[in-house]
Nanobody
Framework: QLQLVESGGGLVQAGGSLRLSCVAS????????VGWFRQAPGRDREGVSY????????DYADSVKGRFAISRDDAKNSVYLQLNSLKPEDTGIYYC??????????????????WGQGTQVTVSS
């Protein structure tokens, strides 16, 4: 069974940067698409970014385009999310999730079968 663990969250001032990591164990991540989601208090979970298996495709929510960058290193069974130019509205718990096969692109949350426990990102103004 694929297990995912996120790390890299923290408290940062607006305009700062963080790099989130999602490390998989139990199975090779190669064949899985990976998504990053976030949830702020009182708000619905939001898909932030996605990367296909082998990294041939990626996608971003409009709210983070140009500021966030997703990447993967299958040799390390890991996916990363670089967060730049952070804003207070980026605050939330960030989760990574993996799924295969996909029903659509960008994939809906229902396509992701394995989820991590999340890492907190807090951006102060």
């Amino acid at each position: 069974q694929l297990q995912l663990v996120e790390s890299g969250g923290g408290l940062v001032q607006a305009g700062g940067s963080l790099r989130l990591s999602c490390v998989a164990s139990g199975r090779n991540l190669d064949y899985y698409a990976v998504g990053w989601f976030r949830q702020a208090p009182g708000r619905d979970r939001e898909g932030v970014s996605y990367i296909s298996s082998r990294g041939s495709r990626s996608d971003y929510a409009d709210s983070v385009k140009g500021r966030f960058a997703i990447s993967r290193d299958d040799a390390k069974n890991s996916v990363y999310l670089q967060l730049n130019s952070l804003k207070p509205e980026d605050t939330g718990i960030y989760y990574c999730a993996a799924g295969w096969p996909l029903s659509a692109w960008p994939p809906p949350p229902s396509d992701f079968e394995s989820w991590g426990q999340g890492t907190q990102v807090t951006v102060s103004s």
